[in-house]
């Protein structure tokens, strides 16, 4: 497994080009942790599945796990497909804006770090992609990458912080995020949905500020490798400068 030190966050860019069935997608952290929104999403959590190209363009990337935040989960045929190509799928879904409790985030960053530990990447997804997926990736990134760097935890878990690099998106998610971190909650219910706001300003009517919060130290790409892939033609799934061995932030 890479060294804390080694991984990059990234933050997160609302993207609309989409990547077989896959809008909004881009690495949270290279070659660990991956988001996106619902499989050919149309505005709202709905009923999806994914093709065989989908799973094998995931296998080509190193997705060994699927964790699926939408209120639906995918649907049998897709569970069967990624499964043949020994991807895991578990649905920890929520209703839009809705926050998980402390529980599901740690289930879904331990996840993300068995998937880690054989060299594989984690793919996140929700609706659009945003606030349901930011809170577990921003989970994840709490409590097994600033934790471990000593990094002040109360600028990281605020909701300026959160909204800009994460996507996280109401009162309630920021709550969920400070009670898996061990940080005092404000009198917003961290399990209670939040209120989208529509105003220019985001849910909390303030801008967003990075913090002064700066961890990331160089790249850490996995080398796992799906066995069935092996010795294929590297650009079998390379399209529009999207190839095997990275997300190309400037390809979405």
């Known amino acids: 497994m890479a060294n804390t030190n080694e991984l990059k966050l990234n933050t ?5 080009k989409k990547k077989f069935a896959f809008t909004n997608l881009q690495w949270a952290s290279n070659g660990v942790v991956a988001r996106s929104a619902q499989p050919n999403y149309e505005h709202r959590d709905g009923n999806h599945t994914l093709s065989p190209v989908d799973v094998s363009f995931l296998r080509y990337q190193r997705i060994a796990t699927v964790i699926g935040a939408n209120k639906f989960p995918l649907d049998d045929d897709g569970q069967k497909r990624l499964n043949n190509l ?3 799928y578990h649905h920890r879904g929520l209703k839009d804006f809705r926050a998980p409790t402390v529980d599901v985030i740690k289930d879904v960053a331990n996840k993300i770090q068995a998937a880690r530990s054989k060299g594989g990447a984690t793919l996140v997804y929700c609706g659009f992609g945003a606030g349901r997926t930011g809170t577990y990736v921003a989970g994840w990134a709490v409590l097994h990458y ?3 760097l000593g990094a002040n935890l109360e600028e990281v878990c605020t909701e300026a912080f959160l909204k800009q690099q994460f996507g ?3 009162p309630a998610q920021v709550n969920a995020i400070r009670a898996a971190a061990n940080l005092s909650v404000t009198n917003t219910s961290p399990y209670n949905s939040g209120a989208a706001n529509s105003s220019a300003g985001g849910f909390w009517g303030q801008a967003a500020s990075s913090g002064n919060v700066n961890f990331a130290a160089g790249s850490s790409g996995a080398s796992w490798m799906p066995p069935h892939l092996k010795g294929s033609n590297r650009n079998d799934f390379a399209m529009d400068g999207f190839g095997m061995d990275d997300f190309p932030m400037d390809g979405f």
Do not use: D, L
């Not at 997160?12 to 609309?16: G, K, V």
């Open 168 to 170: 996280v998106e109401t």
């Open 146 to 148: 600033y934790m471990p």
């Open 86 to 88: 020994g991807i895991q």
């Open 12 to 16: 997160y860019s609302p993207r609309n």
